[in-house]
């Protein structure tokens, strides 16, 4: 670092860690990944410098105020958080991640939150989800009739269709996997530290 400035090399290595979105002369854009893992890990008591070290980000080389005042302004923006009631609470996210789950096998979610947590928890009555069920399935029996070209166009528009859904269905799974996988990180680290 010259005239806190980075070279051209300073800048090539941070750009190449998985923590940096990117890097300018003087300033380096983390991931949000890595600003939740951050703060998670500095929550549960572990020193700063430490983590940023353990992600390739030497305090050395990008400075310690730098470190100190991205401590700060991440602290700062949970507490605005907070004060909306935006804080996420991680152990009511597997909530979340179990409606995923019933999503990705591509059940009906109503009638899988019914069916784990009672009627009033999906918020529709039983026979609602029931009408709604046979609303659906009594949609695919109608069908247009058109020539040999459209019911072609509709089976590649399908088709289509079909692979968009897998590859999106892959997206989430790999989404809800990091998540669980950044969650047993913090749970470890917190086990390590009453171990010691």
């Not at 940023?52 to 507490?79: N, S, T």
């Not at 009672?118 to 029996?141: E, L, Q």
């Not at 269905?169 to 998540?179: H, P, Q, Y």
Request: one cysteine or more.
């Amino acid at each position: 670092m010259i005239d806190g400035k980075f070279t051209a090399k300073e800048r090539a290595y941070l750009a190449s860690l998985p923590a940096v979105k990117s890097v300018s002369p003087s300033h380096i854009r983390y991931t949000d990944r890595f600003k939740v893992e951050v703060m998670c890990r500095y929550n549960a008591g572990e020193s700063p410098s430490a983590i940023f070290r353990e992600a390739g980000l030497d305090p050395k080389l990008i400075g310690y105020k730098r470190v100190e005042r991205c401590i700060a302004r991440w602290k700062q923006q949970e507490e605005r958080n907070k004060r909306r009631n935006e804080h996420t609470n991680h152990y009511m996210q597997d909530c979340d991640d179990e409606l995923e789950a019933i999503e990705l096998r591509g059940d009906d979610v109503d009638q899988s939150v019914v069916d784990l947590y009672g009627a009033g928890a999906a918020g529709t009555s039983g026979s609602d989800v029931a009408t709604r069920n046979v609303g659906a399935s009594g949609s695919n029996v109608v069908q247009s009739q058109g020539s040999d070209k459209l019911q072609e166009s509709r089976a590649s528009q399908d088709m289509l269709s079909k692979l968009a859904q897998a590859q999106l269905t892959i997206n989430k799974c790999d989404m809800l996997i990091a998540k669980q996988a950044l969650r047993i990180d913090e749970l470890e680290r917190v086990l390590r530290k009453f171990i010691q």
